[in-house]
């Protein structure tokens, strides 16, 4: 009778026993889930200052976007340190329609640029460091909508006016303070002039450190890798790098970045591809960049 009445207790507690189990292993598995959360994310702004970085919002993000270069600064003039000069601007959008993807649109004034990106996010950088980094994918289409005074005075064909632009970006939040990035890019034009080829390689180096909460030093580098032979029309090869040095400000949802450059465009392409601009000649810009995020 003994042995009957303890199997049965046995029999009683076993639920009990492995529901105790179960929530040690959920605890595991929530434990695990913790430690290997994304990191935060390595850059406030969706670029910096020229180049794209690796942040994609949450789904239902949009971010507004304004880009403005003032002119390159003539030290025998007096042109206001360039503010009084020919200045490009371009406004635009993106909209994060997945976790992991946002699509943008805008519109800038030289060459009135009408382009059309996509960003997505490959791998994600984890707290644990079980992944060390951020793999993040930018594309773009350009339309160049530029009206002639007469037919085919430059564009024989409507495709002639497009242009490409494909970057893998790889990024770091080293600490909480500073974070860089690695972004190998490919440009490409339909219609180049002579000496030059459609596509470019080149290869960009950004990096962001904190100075205050809400305060940054910026510097952003990109080094075309293609070279081309040919001379543009002012005389200048437009083989030299680009180099900005700038700050950036920013809160929970906004972000300004002010600084210096050589590169007058603000499309990625048109900067690899044209840029004449000498930064170590004294060929440099004021700019600034203002980006706000809203959360539908």
Do not use: C
């Amino acid at each position: 009778m003994k042995k009957y009445i303890s199997l049965l207790l046995i029999f009683l507690a076993f639920p009990f026993l492995a529901m105790a189990q179960d929530d040690d292993a959920t605890k595991e598995e929530v434990q695990e889930e913790v430690t290997d959360k994304p990191e935060r994310r390595a850059f406030e702004s969706s670029f910096i200052v020229d180049n794209p970085t690796d942040v994609v919002f949450q789904r239902n993000t949009m971010e507004v976007q304004m880009n403005h270069r003032f002119g390159t600064i003539n030290f025998d003039e007096n042109d206001m340190a360039g503010i009084w000069g020919a200045s490009n601007i371009r406004l635009g959008l993106s909209y994060a329609i997945l976790d992991w993807l946002t699509v943008g649109y805008g519109t800038t004034k030289n060459q009135r640029l009408q382009d059309f990106d996509l960003k997505a996010a490959i791998l994600r950088q984890t707290r644990s460091g079980k992944m060390p980094i951020n793999l993040t994918y930018y594309g773009n289409f350009v339309y160049n909508a530029l009206k002639q005074k007469n037919p085919g005075d430059y564009f024989n064909y409507d495709q002639d006016r497009y242009s490409y632009f494909h970057q893998i970006i790889i990024s770091r939040r080293f600490s909480p303070n500073f974070s860089m990035q690695i972004a190998p890019s490919i440009s490409h034009y339909n219609l180049v002039e002579e000496g030059m080829e459609n596509d470019r390689f080149a290869i960009a180096f950004g990096a962001r450190y904190k100075i205050s909460p809400q305060t940054a030093i910026l510097v952003d580098y990109s080094q075309p890798i293609t070279q081309f032979d040919n001379v543009m029309d002012d005389g200048n090869y437009s083989n030299h790098p680009g180099l900005s040095l700038g700050f950036e400000f920013a809160t929970s949802a906004h972000a300004f970045q002010i600084f210096v450059s050589n590169l007058s465009g603000i499309v990625p392409q048109q900067n690899y591809m044209w840029n004449t601009n000498d930064f170590f000649n004294g060929d440099i810009l004021l700019g600034f960049n203002i980006t706000r995020v809203y959360n539908f």
